[in-house]
């Protein structure tokens, strides 16, 4: 004979046992639906003040395709120009279409060199075969897009707009990594060129900026793109970096009396030694007769 307590302790644990149904979690950024057709379609869910409409209009052309670019990133795919009409006469830009950039196939091309058959025997043809990166398949004959008309008072409406992506959208996690979503903006470019002044490296510049905005997420660009402003930067002072060298020591010259700086150029008229010395340095060269020396010609690339 069981207890009241041990009836009960018995029939919870029984009902905790009991298997729950899992939950179907759906990604609230696309819908996939079905159309009448039978062929699956991929409908992005974003804010309806987001979303183009038919008969939508804009002042002109830039801003035309600055929103349907902002609809494409909060959605998860991307955009690319495509046709446009122009008038016969005036040449004008009639209309304006802009695509999904999975739209359409590319054409198979070759990549090896097909030897000639009509080639006379005998003869010798040295022929070169074309090493070509492999390239991922990027378009796959998705149908979305929007068709911009220019209007008699030089506006431009929406005419056509087709929703449906016939392939998955990205999902917020991999709009990092998409070509809207990795933009180098003033502030990512002035904490690169700052820190590159205390020798910090781009990579490391990358992860600061990681800590200040809370996630790799929320940085904006990716580390390439750091990498890749930082030697544009290199190169872009390269041949004037002697002369900001020269500049900045002549004006701390001028702000402080103590400080000596002196250079010599030789017959190309480029900078080939320099000297300087503040107070203190001034002080252990008295005191121990010693000095450090510089060459910077050493191990460079070329």
Known sequence: MMSNNEQVESQSSTITNVPTTPTIVVSPKVAPLITPGGTKEWHPICPNELKPAIGMKFNNLEEGLEFYKGYAFASGFNTRKSTTKRQRRSKELKYQYILCNKEGYKEKRKTTVEKDLNNKEGENNEEKSSIKRKRLVTRVGCK???????????????????????????????????????????????????????????????????????????????????????????????????????????????????????????????????????????????????????????QTNR
Request: with cysteine.
């Open 144 to 298: 979305a897009h929007i068709v911009l008309k220019h209007c008699d008072d030089n506006t431009f409406i929406v005419t056509k707009f087709h929703e449906g992506h016939t392939h998955a959208l990205y999902t917020p996690s991999c709009n990092l990594f998409q070509k809207e979503g990795r933009k180098m903006n003033i502030l990512h470019k002035k904490i690169i060129v700052n820190n590159s002044k205390v020798n910090i490296g781009p990579v490391t510049t990358f992860r600061m900026m990681k800590e200040i905005v809370g996630g790799y997420e929320n940085i904006g660009a990716s580390k390439e793109d750091f990498k890749k402003f930082h030697r544009d930067l290199k190169a872009y002072i390269q041949g004037s970096d002697a002369q900001m060298f020269v500049d900045n020591f002549t004006n701390k010259k001028l702000m402080w009396s103590a400080f000596f700086f002196d250079f010599e150029m030789d017959e190309d008229y480029c900078l080939c030694r320099a000297l300087w010395a503040d107070p203190l340095c001034k002080k252990s060269y008295a005191l121990f007769g010693d000095m450090v020396s510089f060459d910077t010609t050493y």
